[in-house]
Nanobody
Framework: QVLLVESGGGSVQAGGSLRLSCEASVYFYCMGWFRQAPGKEREGVATIDSLGTTNYADSVKGRFTISKDSAKNTLYLQMNTLKPEDTATYYC??????????????????????WGKGTLVTISS
């Protein structure tokens, strides 16, 4: 019954922007965006915890911004200056508080409890 629904994916040219959204059915301590390109492992993009502390992959720092609207249980990812290497299916993920898995910033794929179905982002040269 826990649902994460992404939206906002699409196809844009390099240098363009997209804004992804993720509506969650319940509150989570940790939420984040992950992406997976064809033939690649799923990787973390950005995370944000309940206090608003964020963390970004080096590859997206300065270009992507993760944010949330707690009142709406909605997560966002503003992606600017997009590059072809950003092409991937982007997944919204969420995790409950768990001391064994550390802080939200330290969590990778294994640290999340729920996943959305993904939204495809394609960046052309």
């Amino acid at each position: 019954q826990v649902l994460l629904v992404e939206s906002g994916g699409g196809s844009v040219q390099a240098g363009g922007s997209l804004r992804l959204s993720c509506e969650a059915s319940v509150y989570f301590y940790c939420m984040g965006w992950f992406r997976q390109a064809p033939g690649k492992e799923r990787e973390g993009v950005a995370t944000i915890d309940s206090l608003g502390t964020t963390n970004y992959a080096d590859s997206v720092k300065g270009r992507f911004t993760i944010s949330k609207d707690s009142a709406k249980n909605t997560l966002y990812l503003q992606m600017n200056t997009l590059k072809p290497e950003d092409t991937a299916t982007y997944y919204c993920a969420a995790g409950f508080y768990d001391l064994k898995r550390g802080s939200c910033s330290d969590r990778d794929v294994s640290g999340m409890d729920y996943w959305g179905k993904g939204t495809l982002v394609t960046i052309s040269s």
